[in-house]
């Protein structure tokens, strides 16, 4: 068992929350687990199909992305929440 906590996501138009298990690579990983459908085409920083606006707490990158991210928005198939997320799918 890990010790590394689970972190809750919020998605903006959604009421329950989604837990981000410790074993789950990416945040999109855990959208497509809950059935959430989310825009994405290489699972690796390059293309930013997955963008979303950031609108509350912090994330890390697994790897450095590619692809051009704005101020407030983090790229779904690359990170992972440091904290509770709250997020707003483009």
Do not use: H, W
């Amino acid at each position: 068992m890990s010790d590394v906590p689970s972190r809750k996501i919020t998605v903006s138009d959604r009421t329950e929350p989604l837990e981000f298990a410790a074993q789950s690579s990416s945040l999109l990983e855990t959208l497509e687990q809950a059935k959430i459908e989310v825009a994405y085409q290489c699972r690796e920083g390059f293309c930013g199909a997955c963008r979303a606006k950031l609108d509350s707490g912090e994330v890390a990158y697994n790897q450095e992305p590619l692809a051009f991210v704005r101020d407030g928005e983090i790229l779904l198939c690359c990170t992972k929440p440091l904290t509770d997320i709250k997020l707003t799918l483009i």
